[in-house]
């Protein structure tokens, strides 16, 4: 490396990760110690005596379990003393925003060292729920927040089911099958075939939870082991998030890891990102047929990259659903046959409810250490396609030190365009804006909610139930492209707008 660089600037110099795998559950490790686990893991790989150094500790927002005080109780497991401990909101971005933080304060000199990590144990929480037995974990205190939708989601879509990201992301899926001019065959065959290729990124990764290639047939077909979840997704398509895994990253300066006797080839340089949202409310969004938002961070993204006279060499997508990074591979212009993933992806890795990037930027650290002159882009997404963040880390340092300022929240809503009227009380001709399908157990059609467009152009949200057959068969019917059909709404005795053919 030049003896003139900036000695301010930060590099991740330690990596933990942990999955645990116990054959009693009431073995199984509770997320806290997970957390612990990967954090002495991650001080070892920096080669030890880091974590009492700590200035700075962000904890990812863990579902799993109830902790009356979270960092409190990981700092004295850990024996440190931080001067800063920060418990995070939800949302599958965090990670990524909180490693990009923790870059930005030591670039400042505001912290020396730093530190993200969080860890979830759902699998074994779930199997001793099914067993009925008492797990001997720290006592727990009130369950973990849950999102918050009464006040930031339209309430016609809480009152039609649109509750839980499962359901809301076909929307987006439908919506860019018909702008791309796919047809159903076509989409589904370009899910099975990128998702086969986050398998087989997770088959050789030793910390995914199915470590499994899987045959895009074997993704996009449905069956009783693979049955159809909500909309066109089968269970393999989505985040599976009942795994017991853990993991940490440690952030220094190039002085400090200098001092540490840390070798070059160890360190992997953070060089900046950019981070943006769409409206809270899905159902105010200008359109569904991309996220600008996703385009204007991906977009300054490759600006940094390209003023540092490089592309990317290796990227992580994130993949809760199959639009995401479908839409985010088209923005980036990446190949086809080039791998979306170095963790392995959500459902194949497993997704760790909001942690997974960070288990992504441990892979993406161990891929870079391979490889020198290697950029590599993480990519992390949170709520309904609403929070978005991208960070470059490199084996090289940055032509530039690092922006404290990652906002391109302008960006994204220049790019937006007007937010449609929505009505609620609408009755009358209606066009298929996009559309999902709520689904039972066995993967059959419970119902359908549409949005869709007036002659004047406002949106309204609609409902198609089994009461309704020809309709709901018409919505979910196999290899079918409803996008632009009209139908009617009427309003029905749940007090609800009901849209048919």
């Given at each position: 490396m ?22 009693d ?6 997320p806290?110690?997970?957390m ?13 005596g ?9 904890i ?12 409190v109780r ?7 003393h ?8 939800i949302?599958?971005?965090t ?18 060292f730093?530190a993200?990590?969080g ?17 001997p974990?720290?006592?727990?205190d009130?369950?973990?927040?849950r999102?918050r939708?009464e ?7 809480i009152?039609?089911?649109l ?13 860019n ?5 796919q ?30 290639f899987f ?35 440690l952030?220094t ?7 540490k ?12 990102g ?10 105010s ?48 212009n ?28 441990t ?14 882009l993480?990519?992390?997404l ?22 404290s ?7 994204a ?29 066995h ?8 949005f ?6 406002s ?6 139930d089994?009461?309704n ?11 079918r ?6 139908g ?11 849209w048919?053919?």
């Amino acid at each position: 490396m030049p003896e003139s660089l900036n000695n301010r600037i930060p590099v991740i110099v330690g990596i933990g990760e942990i999955v645990d795998r116990p054959s009693d559950p009431a073995l199984g490790k509770e997320p806290l110690v997970l957390m612990a686990e990967a954090m002495r893991l991650a001080d070892e790989d920096a080669g030890g005596g880091l974590l009492g150094r700590l200035g700075s500790l962000d904890i990812v927002n863990s579902i799993t379990w109830g902790y009356s005080n979270l960092p409190v109780r990981l700092c004295q497991a850990l024996d440190i003393h931080p001067e800063r401990a920060a418990y995070g909101v939800i949302g599958g971005d965090t990670p990524i925003r909180y490693i990009h933080d923790a870059a930005i304060r030591i670039a400042r000199g505001e912290v020396d060292f730093a530190a993200v990590c969080g860890g979830e144990a759902a699998e074994s929480l779930l199997r001793a729920e099914k067993a009925h037995i008492s797990l001997p974990w720290t006592v727990a205190d009130q369950k973990p927040e849950r999102p918050r939708r009464e006040g930031i989601i339209h309430d016609v879509a809480i009152r039609n089911g649109l509750n839980k990201p499962l359901v809301v992301y076909p929307i987006y899926e439908y919506a860019n099958q018909a702008a791309w001019g796919q047809s159903f065959e076509e989409a589904q065959a370009e899910t099975g075939q990128l998702w086969s290729q986050y398998s087989l990124v997770a088959a050789s990764n030793p910390y995914a939870w199915l470590q499994r290639f899987f045959e895009p047939s074997e993704i996009s077909t449905p069956s009783p082991e693979n049955r159809l979840v909500a909309g066109p997704y089968t269970k393999r398509m989505v985040a599976n998030p009942t795994v017991n895994q853990g993991a940490a990253v440690l952030l220094t300066s190039y002085e400090q890891a200098r001092a540490k006797g840390i070798p070059d080839d160890r360190m992997i340089f953070v060089w900046g990102g950019s981070a943006a949202a769409e409206p809270a409310d899905f159902v105010s969004r200008d359109q569904y047929e991309h996220s600008c938002a996703m385009d204007a961070v991906l977009g300054a993204a490759q600006e940094l990259s390209r003023s540092n006279k490089a592309e990317f060499d290796l990227i992580e997508l994130y993949s809760c659903f199959p639009c995401v990074p479908k839409m985010a591979r088209r923005v980036l212009n990446w190949p086809s046959q080039k791998l979306p993933t170095v963790a392995g992806g959500l459902p194949f890795f497993g997704g760790p409810y909001n942690n997974y990037m960070t288990h992504a930027a441990t892979a993406m650290i161990r891929k870079l250490r391979e490889h020198k002159e290697t950029v590599g882009l993480l990519y992390g997404l949170g709520g309904f396609v609403s929070k978005h963040h991208a960070l470059i880390v490199a084996t090289q340092p940055p032509a530039k030190p690092l922006s404290s300022n990652y906002d391109v929240q302008a960006d994204a809503d220049r790019r937006r365009g007007a937010i449609p009227v929505i009505e609620e009380a609408f009755v009358g001709e209606a066009k298929i804006e996009t559309y999902t399908i709520l689904r039972d157990r066995h993967g059959e059609p419970e119902s359908g909610v549409v949005f869709a467009r007036t002659g004047k152009g406002s949106r309204v949200v609609a409902r198609t139930d089994r009461e309704n057959a020809e309709t709901l068969a018409f919505l979910a019917g196999p290899g079918r492209n409803v996008i632009g059909t009209k139908g009617s709404t009427s309003l029905g005795k749940d007090d609800l707008l009901h849209w048919r053919l």
